[in-house]
């Protein structure tokens, strides 16, 4: 995957293309309730510039409450579409989710023994 996208920014696009094909057919036949496949196939949409397919998977994340992506913010996957509104929106949500849950986080009462 990660070969694709550097093949990609490279100007390998034909070869770039076909990894990253590949890697969604993998993720696709990928049989798990984990939210991996489903960060790593916005990702892939995103090199390849497709981005219907990105904000399905971006939109499919945040209704699963997957938030736990630390790259988010500055991963190069999304280099291309960082400014666009909708993927603005999208960190938005993101953003204010993850504050919702450190509040309610440090509202638990940690007993010590």
Do not use: C
Not at 62 to 84: M, Q, T
Request: no cysteine.
């Amino acid at each position: 995957m990660d070969l694709g996208l550097i093949h990609m920014k490279t100007g390998r696009k034909k070869s770039g293309l076909t990894i990253l094909e590949d890697a969604v057919q993998r993720r696709l036949n990928v049989k798990t309730n984990q939210p991996w496949p489903i960060r790593d196939l916005s990702r892939i949409y995103a090199a390849m510039g497709n981005r219907t397919m990105t904000y399905k998977y971006l939109e499919e994340l945040l209704a699963r409450d997957d938030l736990h992506y630390s790259w988010f913010d500055i991963d190069p996957f999304f280099d291309e579409i960082r400014h666009e509104p909708a993927f603005q929106k999208i960190a938005a949500k993101r953003a204010a989710k993850m504050l919702e849950l450190r509040k309610k986080i440090s509202t638990i009462d940690v007993k010590t023994q």
